[in-house]
């Protein structure tokens, strides 16, 4: 199985900050790799697909880069609404898999 | 509304079956592939399986952990998608969700669950 590995596990931030969240697969995924963001008590939500292409209607400060085993979520500005856990998850393999999230917090 | 609704969860023994559904409305169910994935209590977010259309077959694919003892189904008829599981175990405890998979041909071929259901609950005890 194609393991996806997030840093940080955790972040404190505030509102304004730029946050970037890093995933690592085990092995080159091309760009199938998909952010998604998830508040307590509700269901994920897709922002990036493809690695970098924006989900239609998410803010465009949720940016996605990176191709191969490396990427890259930023959130340019941080607002109060988006203190959440973020996801990674690849779709290379047909076993998909996600990394373990991280929890950005306020600071 | 394009919208999907989980019903079926509940408490368990273990060694017990349950049976989950995930009836989709507002779009067109039978065109998309259907995943479901799980979170166990404070835990992060875990892929169980999927089940693709009518066009690839219906063809599944299942997670190690779940592999043998949950069966993915659809009706499309029904726009419902169903998560058989048997001999289950404590660690099958969690929130279900079901997922749709739209695959975005326009960014060079790849997919991604777009939409989800708002969950239902298992729990695995004695």
């Known amino acids: 199985d194609i393991q996806v590995t997030q840093s940080p596990s955790s972040l404190s931030a505030s509102v304004g900050d730029r946050v970037t969240i890093t995933c690592r697969a085990s092995q080159s995924i091309s760009r199938s790799l998909n952010w998604y963001q998830q508040k307590p008590g509700k269901a994920p939500m897709l922002l990036i697909y493809a690695a970098s292409s924006l989900q239609s209607g998410v803010p465009s400060r949720f940016s996605g880069s990176g191709s191969g085993t490396d990427f890259t979520l930023t959130i340019s500005s941080l607002q109060p609404e988006d203190f959440a856990t973020y996801y990674c998850?690849?779709?290379?393999?047909?076993?998909?898999?996600f990394g373990q999230g991280t929890k950005v917090e306020i600071k | 509304e394009v919208q999907l609704v989980e019903s079926g969860g509940g408490l368990v023994q273990p060694g017990g079956s349950l049976r989950l559904t995930c009836v989709a409305s507002g779009f067109t169910f039978s065109d998309h592939y259907m995943d479901w994935v799980r979170q166990a209590p404070g835990k992060g977010l875990e892929w169980v399986g999927r089940?693709?259309?009518?066009?690839?077959?219906?063809?599944?694919e299942y997670a190690a952990s779940v592999k043998g003892r949950f069966t993915i189904s659809r009706d499309d008829s029904q726009n419902s998608l169903y998560l058989q599981m048997n001999s289950l175990k404590t660690e099958d405890t969690a929130v279900y969700y079901c997922?749709?998979?739209?695959?975005?041909?326009?960014?060079?071929?790849?997919?991604?669950?777009?939409?989800w259901g708002q969950g239902t609950t298992v729990t695995v005890s004695s």
């Open positions: 089940i693709r259309n009518k066009a690839k077959s219906f063809t599944t």
């Open positions: 998850q690849q779709s290379y393999s047909a076993l998909w898999t």
């Open positions: 997922a749709r998979l739209t695959y975005y041909s326009q960014s060079g071929g790849f997919f991604a669950m777009d939409v």
